[in-house]
Structure formats: C-alpha cells, structure tokens
T-cell receptor, first 111, second 116 residues
Framework: GQQLNQSPQSMFIQEGEDVSMNCTSSSIFNTWLWYKQDPGEGPVLLIALYKAGELTSNGRLTAQFGITRKDSFLNISASIPSDVGIYFCAGREGGSEKLVFGKGTKLTVNP | GAVVSQHPSRVICKSGTSVKIECRSLDFQATTMFWYRQFPKQSLMLMATSNEGSKATYEQGVEKDKFLINHASLTLSTLTVTSAHPEDSSFYIC????????????FGPGTRLLVL
C-alpha cells in the first residue's frame, strides 16, 4: 500500500543532542500524526497536527505540519536515553478514515 | 484519556485453532476501529477498518474469511484469526479513532500471536 517517505531510517546520537526527522508525501494530507513505538508495545501518540503550518510542542518534542500539506517534521531537543525507540509519522488524506504510515526512524541515544 | 486496551497481550496456539483478540476503547466511544499487523522491524500494515454495526472493510490481500472482525459496540471490536497457521504469527495492533472526524487514532498495546 501507499507509504510515506520517512527519513532518516536510523539515527545514533549522544545524550543531550537535538534530533530531527521528517516525512514527505506525494499526496496532500489533512492530518499528520507522530507516534513512538517501544519494542513489543503499540505506538503511542506524541503529537497530532490538523492545519497546514501548524507548529505544536509536547515537552521537548516539536512538530510542524508543512505549508504544502505534503510534509511534516518532528524535532526532539536535548535527547535523553528514554527517547530510544522507533518514531513513525502517519498522515490522513481528506475523506479517508485510514492512516498512511512512514517506515519509521529508529533512534538510538548513547549515554 | 483516549486509552485503548487489547486482550490478550500474548497468545500461543496450535496450528489449526482459532484465536480471538479483543480491542476496547476504555474512556471514549469509537465508531471506527482499525486492525493492523506488524512484522519485525517493519511499519504497521492496515488489515481492515471496523465500523460499529456494519461489516468491516478489508484491505487488498487480506482474507476476510480468515480474519473475522466484529465491531459489536462503540467500545469493542474483536479480531478472530481462524484456522491459524505459523505464517499468521505476528504482532496484531488495534487502534480507535477519536476527534471531530475520528482523525486521531490511539493504539492498543498489541497482541503477540505465535502459532506452533
């Protein structure tokens, strides 16, 4: 099925560093969602974006809904070891109930 | 708020048996629930969309007679894997939609199925 282009695929960073990941799509989305998944767990919603240009923060996390409605980024500031996991972006086209998922960004934080 | 539970969290069964997985929205009503399957180191693959009171909509390539979905109430959807085989072993995750148009999906913790 359709998938988003999510990059990077993996990141290895030192504790305290900032992180940025993004997703792009050939389709226009009405909703962008960012999730974090730990091993053996379901994805946990981090940030939800509903309007083009919207910039939303959740603690050390910041995400933006691109103006073109075809992209979104997620930033994590001052990373800590518990930020380790796989981050997924997901988008929803207008008129559709379904989410389209990126392939995930695996984040490793070295203490 | 927006908590989704799944039961069981893990199940091991013999080949040929059927397994039922429950998905519940604990603190909200969900007219739409979704069932996903996730293989190791891969993204989530949508299997079907479950609407309360109507038949589920299956994605292309997903056998509706193999993966039976029942959405009997606004807080409960079930997925039954019928006549399970080892290739059905996977991580099954449900989600429930909420918000103005159900646009925000909250996920359950997942069910690990191992078919021997």
């Amino acid at each position: 099925g359709q998938q988003l282009n999510q990059s990077p695929q993996s990141m290895f960073i030192q504790e305290g560093e900032d992180v940025s990941m993004n997703c792009t799509s050939s389709s226009i989305f009405n909703t962008w969602l960012w999730y974090k998944q730990d091993p053996g767990e379901g994805p946990v919603l981090l940030i939800a974006l509903y309007k083009a240009g919207e910039l939303t923060s959740n603690g050390r996390l910041t995400a933006q809904f691109g103006i073109t409605r075809k992209d979104s980024f997620l930033n994590i500031s001052a990373s800590i070891p518990s930020d380790v996991g796989i981050y997924f972006c997901a988008g929803r086209e207008g008129g559709s109930e379904k989410l389209v998922f990126g392939k995930g960004t695996k984040l490793t934080v070295n203490p | 708020g927006a908590v989704v539970s799944q039961h069981p969290s893990r199940v091991i069964c013999k080949s040929g048996t059927s397994v039922k997985i429950e998905c519940r929205s604990l603190d909200f009503q969900a007219t739409t629930m979704f069932w996903y399957r996730q293989f190791p180191k891969q993204s989530l693959m949508l299997m079907a969309t479950s609407n309360e009171g109507s038949k589920a909509t299956y994605e292309q390539g997903v056998e509706k007679d193999k993966f039976l979905i029942n959405h009997a109430s606004l807080t409960l959807s079930t997925l039954t894997v019928t006549s399970a085989h080892p290739e059905d072993s996977s991580f099954y995750i449900c989600s429930a939609g909420t918000g103005y148009d159900g646009e925000t999906q909250y996920f359950g913790p997942g069910t690990r199925l191992l078919v021997l």
